[in-house]
C-alpha cells in the first residue's frame, strides 16, 4: 500500500486509522524489542496497518510461537496478508480476541503488540479494548502500543495514559523514535 492509499485510508476512516503514514522501521524494530518477543509462547496484534509491525514480530518470535492479528479495515487486511503472506490475520475487532485465542486452544497470552490509534477512540472504546486486553494477557504480561508526541497533549491521549497507570502494574515509556512520521515513542505496560 502506497503513501496515497493510506492517506486515503485516514480521510474515509477518521476514528479507524490514526496516522497519515504508516509506522518507520525504526518504530517497528522499537516497539518489538521492547516486547522481548524471544520469550513468548502466544502473541497477538491488534490493527496492523499495512504490515509493518506484523513484519517485525514474525521475523522475532520463535517458530513455535503461536501468533495473530486483528485488523478491522479490509484494506490493511488484505495489505497486511500481501505483505506477509505466512501470518494469521482476522479482519475483525481487537474486542474479540478471547474468541480466536479459543480457536488457537488457548485462553490468555504473553504479549500484545498494538497500533490502534488510542487517543482517536471515545473514552467507552478505550475502556472496551483495555478490559480485553486485561482479560487476554496472562499475569507478566506484556501489552505495547505506541503514542505520537502531539497526542499526549490530546484529552483522549491524556486519558488513554491515566487509564494503562490505573490498569497495570508498571508502564514504562521508550525514548522518542524522531524519524517517524509524526514522531512517537511506545508505552509498555505490564500486568
Known amino acids: 500500500m502506497n ?3 493510506f492517506l486515503k485510508q485516514f480521510v474515509l476512516h477518521t476514528t479507524k486509522t490514526g496516522a ?10 522499537l516497539i518489538t524489542d521492547t516486547a522481548d518477543l524471544h520469550n513468548t509462547s502466544a502473541v497477538i496484534e491488534f490493527g496492523t496497518g499495512t504490515g509493518v509491525f506484523t513484519e517485525k514480530i514474525l521475523q522475532k518470535i520463535p517458530d513455535e510461537t ?9 484494506d490493511f487486511v ?3 496478508r500481501k505483505r506477509c503472506p505466512e501470518a494469521v490475520v482476522y479482519h475483525d475487532s481487537a474486542s474479540n480476541a478471547k474468541k480466536y485465542l479459543a480457536e488457537f486452544g488457548i485462553n ?3 504479549c500484545i503488540i498494538c497500533g490502534l490509534p488510542w487517543a482517536a477512540f471515545s473514552e467507552e ?3 472496551e479494548l483495555l478490559d480485553t486486553i ?3 494477557l496472562k499475569p507478566g504480561g506484556k501489552f505495547l502500543t505506541f503514542a505520537y508526541l502531539q497526542g499526549l497533549l490530546l484529552p483522549a491521549g491524556m486519558r488513554f495514559k491515566k487509564k494503562l497507570s490505573s490498569r497495570f502494574n508498571k508502564v514504562t515509556k521508550t ?4 524519524l517517524n512520521f509524526p514522531p512517537a515513542f511506545v508505552y509498555c505496560a505490564e500486568k
Open 78 to 80: 488484505a495489505a497486511t
Open 125 to 127: 472504546l478505550q475502556n
Open 175 to 178: 525514548r522518542t523514535v524522531w
Open 134 to 136: 486485561i482479560d487476554v
Open 20 to 29: 497519515i503514514a504508516p509506522s518507520s522501521n525504526g518504530l517497528a524494530d
Open 3 to 5: 503513501l496515497i492509499q
Open 66 to 74: 503461536r501468533f495473530f492479528a486483528l485488523e478491522i479495515n479490509p
Open 108 to 110: 490468555e497470552c504473553d
